[in-house]
T-cell receptor
């Protein structure tokens, strides 16, 4: 069964450093998403991406964040200058159709720890 | 924006009992309501979803009901098993940005 994969599983970084989280969505999916889950809290939407551009983003997704699909398989989330409060699990998801009309499949997540 | 409330935050049941988790939403334009199961250290996994054109959907031991008038939907798990223990999240697919509930920690005691 196809699945969304994410690397690394755990990333530790110093405050102020840049990090890139990587995702490989399911191959025939067209919509890609990033979510964040701070420990013990609910999953929060960050951004959705379609046709090589951002289609929706939340208030959390400020200028420190960017997304990219550098090739035909990878989908990345970059945090330019990490802050302590960026520590969280980051989940990538993909769907075949539009956000509200089809199911999203989540990856296992990357745990980001900012020291 | 959309607001999703989920109750209870913790639910403890005996194996074989039923479990019910409830969510309410605020955006009347919402038309897609998935439920996710999240096991420790893993990402949310879709277990069932419902769209606004139906009132109930069932998949083996799991069912979801939707009341669009009252803006609430519920997850029902029958004959619970220890492996059902996890955190369950509801979500509302309104305004194209999905909003999640705060999660329910379900504990099934053998």
């Amino acid at each position: 069964e196809p699945e969304v994969t994410q690397t690394p599983s755990h990333q530790v970084t110093q405050m102020g450093q840049e990090v890139i989280l990587r995702c490989v969505p399911i191959s025939n999916h067209l919509y890609f998403y990033w979510y964040r889950q701070i420990l013990g809290q609910k999953v929060e939407f960050l951004v959705s991406f379609y046709n090589n551009e951002i289609s929706e983003k939340s208030e959390i997704f400020d200028d420190q964040f960017s997304v990219e699909r550098p090739d035909g398989s990878n989908f990345t989330l970059k945090i330019r200058s990490t802050k302590l409060e960026d520590s969280a699990m980051y989940f990538c998801a993909s769907s075949q159709y539009r956000e509200d009309a089809d199911t999203q499949y989540f990856g296992p997540g990357t745990r980001l720890t900012v020291l | 924006g959309e607001n999703v409330e989920q109750h209870p935050s913790t639910l403890s049941v005996q194996e074989g009992d039923s479990a019910v988790i409830k969510c309410t939403y605020s955006d009347s334009a919402s038309n897609y309501f998935p439920w996710y199961k999240q096991e420790l250290g893993k990402g949310p996994q879709l277990i069932i979803d419902i769209r606004s054109n139906v009132g109930e959907k069932k998949d083996q031991r799991i069912a979801v009901t939707l009341n669009k008038t009252a803006k609430h939907f519920s997850l029902h798990i029958t004959e619970t098993q220890p492996e059902d223990s996890a955190v369950y999240f509801c979500a509302s697919g309104g305004s194209y940005i999905p909003t999640f509930g705060r999660g329910t920690s379900l504990i099934v005691h053998p």
